[in-house]
């Protein structure tokens, strides 16, 4: 038995706003489903984030349909999850779009029962586990879900002697301290399986639990700068190291292996030096050591100020992308810019999604989420709530007061059934 573990795929997203790497996204799953159906594998497993966005544009879509193909073409069935970028306030996403087209399957609960030949479904209460079926093997999973959820759902996750379980979720014993990334599940929550397919982090991890193995395969693509493909520091001297390789793990008797995939090279430069004409100088020796069509992300530090748009313009012309960021160095080192999700709650990323449309149709379903979210009735309340955190200034508005409310429902609120619960 042989399967390909994907995860974070992000199709659609147009880093640093460059619509060209959308493609670099899309090239990089066409690539390893390649070299995936070239491995001879059974299936595939995609645990979370196969999108950037919940509602990816008609070319996303048709990208990823081209992709899954290639694995229909070769009857190899695909299994999947939605992660947080993937998931929908509503019933439907663009997964079920896919599963309509016969490209893949969706796992997780769902409120009416599914059944076929490589799914079944499994009464939970009033819902149905939908679980992946390959011959005697169960693959079993769920979608994204905030961390006082998921502890509630993992009971329902529980397989056979003989089963994959496939989540998009942070387990603690995976992160560095470094990560900055804040944990859902420890190993001791897990259910037993023989292999866990997982999504979340977009650096390489696997680690070895009980006698299975938990894996992340990491982001196919080169998301932020802590997933550089080669790292440049120079201070007194120049020292180039490389980063991680991108790719997906292809799984063999439960046993992971790791098949690296060709990506643009993206580099993380650091310059350092007291007077400007030296960190100038330093700077075009570090790009000397840079590929034409790769990227940059230059943080420059020096004890002079310094004329940020001539160097970018220096960067450019030897890189097709390059982004500078530039600190005095008597101020301290640049302190690493960190995530949204270390500000914001699930909800307020939510929330931040959908108003990105800026349209009345946004507000509607910002406020059709607050209302499910708090269990709102009265929409005029739900629009002078949403409204009023729009409008607050900055200052004003209290994130900790959403987490607050939701501490208290937790504590309070007698859910009747799991779909009330959900």
């Known amino acids: 038995m042989r399967f390909a573990h994907f995860a974070d795929l992000h199709l659609g997203y147009e880093q640093y706003n460059q619509n060209w790497r959308a493609e670099d996204f899309a090239s990089a799953f066409r690539r390893s489903a390649e070299l995936a159906v070239m491995e001879g594998i059974d299936f595939v497993v995609i645990a979370g984030d196969l999108f950037h966005r919940s509602v990816p544009s008609p070319k996303t879509l048709n990208d990823a ?11 190899i069935p695909v299994f999947a999850v939605e992660g947080n970028h993937d998931k929908s306030i509503r019933e439907m996403s663009a997964y079920h779009l896919l599963e309509s087209l016969e490209l893949l399957n969706v796992l997780g609960l769902r409120k009416e029962r599914v059944e076929g030949d490589l799914v079944t479904s499994e009464r939970v209460e009033n819902l149905y586990m939908v679980k992946g079926v390959f011959k005697d093997l169960e693959i079993i999973g769920d979608r994204h879900r905030t961390k006082w959820q998921v502890e509630k759902i993992l009971p329902y996750l529980k397989g056979g002697e003989n089963s994959i379980l496939v989540l998009h979720q942070t387990v ?20 037993p399986a ?31 700068a802590r997933e550089a493909s080669h790292f440049i520091i120079y201070r007194d001297k120049l020292e180039i190291r490389e980063g991680e390789k991108k790719g997906f793990y292809l799984v063999e008797d439960f046993k992971p292996r790791f ?4 990506t643009r090279d993206l580099y993380n430069i650091f310059v350092e030096d007291d007077g400007r004409e030296r960190l100038e100088k330093k700077l075009l020796e570090a790009l000397a050591h840079v590929k034409g069509e790769g990227i940059g992300i230059i943080k420059l530090s020096c004890n002079e100020n310094v004329d940020q748009k001539r160097l970018s313009d220096l960067a ?8 500078i960021s530039f600190r005095r160095k008597d101020f301290g080192e640049i302190p690493e810019a960190k995530p949204e999700k270390e500000f914001f709650t699930d909800l307020e990323l939510k929330l931040l999604e959908i108003l990105k449309e800026d349209d009345e149709s946004s507000l509607k379903s910002a406020v059709e989420l607050v209302r499910e979210y708090y269990g709102i009735k009265d929409q005029k309340k739900a629009f002078k709530d949403v409204e009023g955190t729009l409008t607050a200034p900055k200052e004003e508005i209290k994130f900790s007061k959403a987490q607050n409310v939701e501490e208290k429902e937790r504590k309070e609120k007698k859910f009747k059934t799991l779909l009330d619960f959900i």
Do not use: C, N
């Open 172 to 191: 603690k014993e995976a992160i560095d301290f470094d990560m900055q990334i804040a944990w859902d599940l420890t190993i001791d929550q897990l259910p």
């Open 316 to 323: 450019t012309k030897r890189i097709k992308y390059a982004e």
């Open 65 to 75: 349909i081209e992709v899954l193909k290639i694995f229909k073409s070769h009857d």
């Open 259 to 262: 098949i690296a995939v060709e």
């Open 194 to 224: 023989k292999y866990y397919a997982m999504g979340h982090i977009h650096l390489r991890r696997d680690l070895k639990i009980r006698d299975a193995f938990l894996a992340y395969p990491g982001s196919i693509e080169r998301y932020d």
